[in-house]
């Protein structure tokens, strides 16, 4: 075990699996950093295996843990961040923070298994073959759980310009 | 939105986040403490081999070419069935049956954790509760481990679940299931469950007393919560929270002593996830649990406003205590917590600094609240009611001790005046504090009476 490597990593990546985890968990921030933290502590002891690629490891067990997340939802407050917690009313520049907010807010009503898929997919810009990995799961079954995540957030957002081709890309 | 835009959403939302301050340190004390236990569950499973060299009470049972241990006499899996409805062998039966079933469709079984079931399943409980007839199933499962799981999830591991009624369709099913992810614990699961997930079940095996507070409250001016021990009988803790309080805000803890009013930090706390969303897990349903209430707090972004006194001691008071305190006052748990996007920093006349915002939490609207600091950074908490943001003054808050009017309305010129028949007074833009004996306030160009 090199802690000093392990100490590197975890002061140079976190904030960048933070955002993950606050995605995964649907904008719960003290859940995220429970749920990061978690995931840090066990790669702790294990470390001298992952260290060679550790993200796509640690990405994996972020988005499963989260669809246990229930055993840390408790530990702390949901919290939406001070600069960006209630939109405002009017158009204008501030409709972008309204979008984020609604968008948080969207992911959280999906399933936990959906709303990874979509966070693996189109933050963490995985390719359905490594979120397929990462998930244990079948590359279709992460076409149709994204067909039906993007289809579930345009309702929630009702969007209508959500591309119907992407919604239609999916399936087993 | 399009795709592209949805992944800059995502970013846009997520991309200024940065872990707490010592977030590194804990999780390396963490790391180092999950080491130790690690290195000593090895030692353990050397004990074990030796006992079973001996002829101890285990068993090894073979699986996929992997040699396990499991223990045969575990109390828990072999004692008499405890509850008023012990001695109703087909409500046992049936709550078995459901067990069975359950598993299948839990979530947990996509993580293939349930695969390797050992032994027979075992009611632990069955009894009355204020949502019906219930029972707590437990069975050894041997986890085994995958890409699914956390990191050394792997192993022999305690399985329980609650049989129950689902208020959805009245129907008996299994409403949680929960399995030990770190080793041995002397809680067999703690369950939240019947109409509005209401009614709070722990098991309890180590005699240590259960306290639960329904909801967070403000006493004193400060964050508090009333503690009320949980009767145990026969190992199990039950209680109906009333039907007016949010049953998110509810705090369970199992400790020696009786907690004081200012324990409010959840973590260490019991867990519960609430049986009405594990239903809709299981049925790839929404659940509704936990969709957040809309917000109705006021909608200004990122701002800073100031007002009063530029005399007297100033102090920084940063976001980080303010979260903190937020924290405190909305400790209700799982259906969001909206702070305000703003806050007005006010210096008083006596020396002290008010901070006033407004706080979304729970499934309560959204109200005012002002913290009054003082140099050595201690507060008060004063509670300024619901907030209306379409009002055309929206802030309008009366410190105490005739400190004054906080008022605010972002972008608008204020004037105000202490009598119908006085002359308006310059109160600059966006927010001011205003004398106490204040009537009326003019926003822009619009009169508006404060509240006597």
């Known amino acids: 075990m090199n802690e000093a490597d392990f100490t590197d990593f975890v002061t140079h990546r976190a904030p960048a699996l933070l955002r993950t985890a606050f995605l995964l968990c649907g904008g719960d921030r003290g859940a995220a950093e429970d749920l990061l933290q978690e995931v840090l502590e066990r790669a702790y002891p294990r470390w001298r295996r992952i260290r060679d690629r550790p993200e796509p490891y640690l990405r994996a067990a972020m988005a499963n843990a989260a669809a246990n997340r229930w055993r840390r939802r408790s530990r702390r407050v949901n919290e939406v961040p001070l600069e960006s917690a209630v939109p405002p009313t009017g158009p204008g520049p501030e409709q972008q923070v309204v979008d984020q907010d609604l968008v948080v807010r969207a992911l959280r009503t999906l399933p936990p298994r959906m709303r990874a898929v979509l966070v693996l997919r189109f933050f963490d810009d995985m390719s359905e073959a490594d979120v397929a990995k990462a998930l244990h799961c079948g590359v279709g079954t992460v076409k149709s759980q994204t067909s039906r995540g993007l289809t579930r957030l345009r309702e929630l957002l009702d969007d209508t310009e959500l591309p119907t081709t992407m919604i239609e890309t999916g399936g087993r | 939105m399009n795709t592209d835009s949805l992944a800059s959403l995502l970013h846009d939302a997520a991309d200024d986040l940065e872990p707490r301050a010592g977030f590194t340190e804990a999780v390396l004390r963490g790391g180092r403490r999950r080491q130790v236990r690690r290195r000593l569950a090895v030692a353990v499973s050397a004990a074990t081999a030796v006992a079973l060299l001996g002829g101890g009470a285990y068993a090894v049972v073979h699986h996929d070419s992997t040699e396990q241990t499991t223990v045969a006499d575990n109390p828990l899996l072999s004692q008499p069935t405890k509850g008023d409805l012990a001695g109703d062998q087909a409500f046992l039966d049936q709550a078995v049956g459901l067990w069975q079933v359950g598993l299948t469709r839990a979530p947990e079984a996509d993580r293939h954790?349930?695969?390797?079931?050992?032994?027979?399943?075992?009611?632990?409980?069955?009894?009355?509760?204020?949502?019906?007839?219930?029972?707590?199933?437990?069975?050894?499962?041997?986890?085994?481990?995958?890409?699914?799981?956390?990191?050394?999830?792997?192993?022999?591991?305690?399985?329980?679940?609650?049989?129950?009624?689902?208020?959805?369709?009245?129907?008996?099913?299994?409403?949680?299931?929960?399995?030990?992810?770190?080793?041995?614990?002397?809680?067999?699961?703690?369950?939240?469950?019947?109409?509005?997930?209401?009614?709070?079940?722990?098991?309890?095996?180590?005699?240590?007393?259960?306290?639960?507070?329904?909801?967070?409250?403000?006493?004193?001016?400060?964050?508090?919560?009333?503690?009320?021990?949980?009767?145990?009988?026969?190992?199990?803790?039950?209680?109906?929270?009333?039907?007016?309080?949010?049953?998110?805000?509810?705090?369970?803890?199992?400790?020696?002593?009786?907690?004081?009013?200012?324990?409010?930090?959840?973590?260490?706390?019991?867990?519960?996830?609430?049986?009405?969303?594990?239903?809709?897990?299981?049925?790839?349903?929404?659940?509704?649990?936990?969709?957040?209430?809309?917000?109705?707090?006021?909608?200004?972004?990122?701002?800073?406003?100031?007002?009063?006194?530029?005399?007297?001691?100033?102090?920084?008071?940063?976001?980080?205590?303010?979260?903190?305190?937020?924290?405190?006052?909305?400790?209700?748990?799982?259906?969001?917590?909206?702070?305000?996007?703003?806050?007005?920093?006010?210096?008083?006349?006596?020396?002290?600094?008010?901070?006033?915002?407004?706080?979304?939490?729970?499934?309560?609207?959204?109200?005012?609240?002002?913290?009054?600091?003082?140099?050595?950074?201690?507060?008060?908490?004063?509670?300024?009611?619901?907030?209306?943001?379409?009002?055309?003054?929206?802030?309008?808050?009366?410190?105490?001790?005739?400190?004054?009017?906080?008022?605010?309305?972002?972008?608008?010129?204020?004037?105000?005046?202490?009598?119908?028949?006085?002359?308006?007074?310059?109160?600059?833009?966006?927010?001011?504090?205003?004398?106490?004996?204040?009537?009326?306030?003019?926003?822009?160009?619009?009169?508006?009476?404060?509240?006597?």
């Open chain 2, 113 to 452: 954790v349930y695969d390797d079931m050992r032994g027979e399943p075992h009611v632990y409980w069955a009894g009355g509760t204020p949502a019906g007839r219930a029972a707590v199933v437990v069975q050894q499962v041997y986890v085994h481990q995958n890409n699914q799981l956390h990191l050394n999830a792997g192993g022999l591991k305690l399985a329980a679940g609650l049989v129950a009624i689902d208020p959805a369709d009245g129907k008996l099913k299994l409403v949680t299931d929960q399995w030990q992810m770190d080793g041995p614990t002397d809680r067999l699961g703690n369950f939240r469950f019947g109409p509005g997930d209401r009614t709070l079940l722990i098991t309890t095996t180590a005699g240590m007393p259960i306290f639960y507070s329904p909801e967070p409250l403000l006493r004193d001016r400060q964050p508090a919560r009333d503690w009320h021990r949980m009767p145990v009988r026969d190992g199990i803790a039950v209680v109906e929270l009333p039907g007016a309080i949010d049953p998110n805000g509810a705090m369970v803890v199992e400790q020696a002593t009786q907690p004081a009013p200012d324990y409010l930090d959840r973590v260490g706390s019991i867990g519960f996830r609430p049986a009405s969303e594990y239903v809709a897990d299981v049925n790839d349903t929404t659940p509704q649990t936990i969709e957040p209430p809309a917000p109705t707090g006021i909608r200004w972004v990122n701002a800073r406003l100031t007002a009063g006194s530029d005399g007297g001691p100033q102090f920084d008071i940063d976001k980080a205590y303010l979260t903190e305190v937020a924290q405190k006052l909305a400790y209700s748990g799982t259906v969001g917590m909206y702070m305000g996007g703003y806050y007005i920093r006010v210096g008083l006349p006596d020396g002290r600094v008010a901070v006033v915002s407004d706080l979304q939490s729970g499934a309560h609207p959204a109200r005012f609240y002002a913290l009054l600091v003082t140099p050595d950074m201690k507060y008060e908490v004063y509670d300024g009611g619901d907030v209306n943001a379409a009002e055309p003054l929206p802030v309008h808050f009366r410190l105490p001790d005739k400190q004054g009017w906080v008022i605010a309305q972002q972008g608008q010129t204020l004037q105000y005046r202490t009598s119908a028949d006085n002359a308006w007074q310059d109160a600059g833009t966006d927010a001011a504090l205003v004398p106490d004996e204040t009537v009326q306030v003019k926003v822009g160009e619009q009169v508006v009476d404060l509240p006597r």
